[in-house]
Each structure stands twice: as C-alpha cells, then as structure tokens.
C-alpha cells in the first residue's frame, strides 16, 4: 500500500523545538529525493527541506540553519528536526517526494505561539 504517515507535531511556544517523522512507504522512499512541505492557512504549500538518497540537502531560506532534513533509507523514514521555531513556522507539514506525487498524508500540524 502507497502511504505517507507524519507525526511530531504539535503546541509549541516560541524558540522551542520539535522533531517531525514521515513513514514512507517503500515504493515512495527507494531511491527518491523526499522533502517536508507546508501550508499555512492561507497560503500555497512550500518546500522547506529537501534531502537526496545520498543525503545532500537543500533548505528553505526561512528555515535555514534552523531546521535539519535526515532520512534513514532503511526504515524508510525521514525526519524534520526544527529549532528555534517562530509563531511563522505555524503551518501543517507534510512530506512527499520531490518533486511530489498526487499522492500526499495527513500531514501533522506545528502550532508555535508567541
């Protein structure tokens, strides 16, 4: 079955942390470039982070030097560990390949509050 499952989010005040995972599914991770999306309300969805099969990554100037993208190929997981977060960073976040199919999860919602 082709699926995306995220988790870690949640209520956090601001220059908190949070560390969000995506369970992909095998035939969605192989050897696909995946990256962690947004959408705040309101908004069109964005790329924030970008990770290859090798582990070269890619960040969004809003979340660079405080986000980090990793993966582990052989859990099929990719993890989205946010530092610092600003009441901006309030978005729902999904992961997906990138470039992303159709297909896309839940997403898990990151709330920060000033």
């Known amino acids: 079955q082709v699926q995306l499952v995220e988790s870690g989010g949640g209520l956090v005040q601001a220059g908190g942390s949070l560390r969000l995972s995506c369970a992909a599914s095998?035939?969605?991770?192989?050897?696909?470039?995946m990256g962690w999306y947004r959408q705040a309300p309101g908004k069109q969805r964005e790329l924030v982070a970008r990770?290859?099969?090798?582990?070269?990554?890619n960040y969004a100037d809003s979340v660079k030097g405080r986000f980090t993208i990793s993966r582990d190929n052989a859990e099929n997981t990719v993890y989205l560990q946010m530092n610092s977060l600003k009441p901006e960073d309030t978005a729902v976040y999904y992961c997906?390949?990138?470039?992303?199919?159709?297909?896309w999860g839940q997403g898990t919602q990151v709330t920060v509050s000033s």
């Open positions: 997906n390949t990138d470039p992303y199919m159709r297909l």
């Open positions: 095998g035939n969605i991770f192989g050897f696909n470039t």
């Open positions: 990770i290859t099969h090798g582990g070269s990554t």
